[in-house]
């Protein structure tokens, strides 16, 4: 049996009780440097990530709950909380579930999360879940990753590449490169800053695993990359690689 939705006047007690716990560690002068670093809107608390994964692995009540109504609770969080920080640790509270198991029932309800994003850390913290949930249920997410690549926003863009690589390092590939390679040549001409660098970023790690293909795409899209996008994507190659394709570039 379902469980019952949690209560307007719960939901208000929770808010109040994460802000409080967050407030009370965070550093307002840090926040206001990192509000302003990243171009966000929302105002952050100035909490370093290792003591927010430490208050958050501390707990709140609302654990006790389902985990139904504990996703309601961090879906009502996320979409309207003042504070970047409390978007952080409802990014804290499942990452390291979705690494175990990527629950789908978590998919219907963080596909909406994309729209609040306006940063690139926010960005990226979410595209590391959607990437589990991906590799977890790709029937279901990679069609809306796909209508990400086609959207007007910034984020929603990165979020459509960054999500497709688990985060650097061993198995951060799992998708096949038929599947990657039309979303990033989608985004050769946005020329937004934090897209190109998803761009060269998705291209190095794919690299790691699909070498030949990979190669085959920067020769036959060297000239056309932008200088953050091909940088990033030919950084772990060897120098007489590097060479070669810095020299297709300027056409030489």
């Keep these: 049996m379902k469980n019952s939705a949690v209560s307007r006047a719960k939901l208000k007690e929770y808010h109040l009780e994460v ?21 966000s809107q929302l105002e952050h608390l100035g909490i370093k990530f290792p003591a927010l994964r430490r208050r958050v692995r501390q707990g709140f009540s609302f654990y006790d709950l389902p985990k139904e109504q504990v996703l309601d609770v961090w879906d009502s969080l996320w979409r309207t909380s003042p ?11 499942y990452a390291p579930l ?27 913290g979410l595209s590391a879940i959607y990437s589990r949930l991906l590799a977890g249920n790709s029937v279901e997410v990679y069609p809306q990753i796909v209508v990400w690549n086609q959207a007007k926003g910034e984020w929603k863009r990165r ?14 590939v799992f998708m096949p490169v ?14 937004r800053f934090y897209v190109q660098t998803a761009v060269g970023w998705v291209l190095r790690e794919m690299g790691n695993v699909h070498r030949s293909e990979i190669n085959n795409y920067l020769k ?6 932008s200088a953050p996008a091909f940088s990033r994507a030919i950084e772990r190659l060897d120098l007489k690689e590097r060479t070669k394709l810095r020299d297709m570039r300027r056409g030489a």
């Design 19 to 39: 802000s409080e716990a967050l407030t009370a560690i965070g550093n307002p002068t840090l926040g206001q440097t990192i509000q302003q670093d990243r171009g």
């Design 83 to 93: 504070y970047g920080d409390v978007l952080f640790a409802a990014l804290e509270f």
């Design 98 to 124: 979705v690494k175990k198991q990527a629950d789908p029932d978590l998919w219907p309800v963080m596909r909406q999360w994309v729209d609040r994003v306006d940063n690139w850390c926010h960005s990226d």
């Design 159 to 172: 979020a459509s590449l960054v999500s497709l690589i688990h985060y650097t390092g061993k198995n951060a």
């Design 178 to 191: 038929d599947k990657v390679l039309p979303l990033v040549t989608n985004c050769l001409d946005d020329d």
């Design 220 to 225: 036959t899209h060297a000239q056309k990359m």
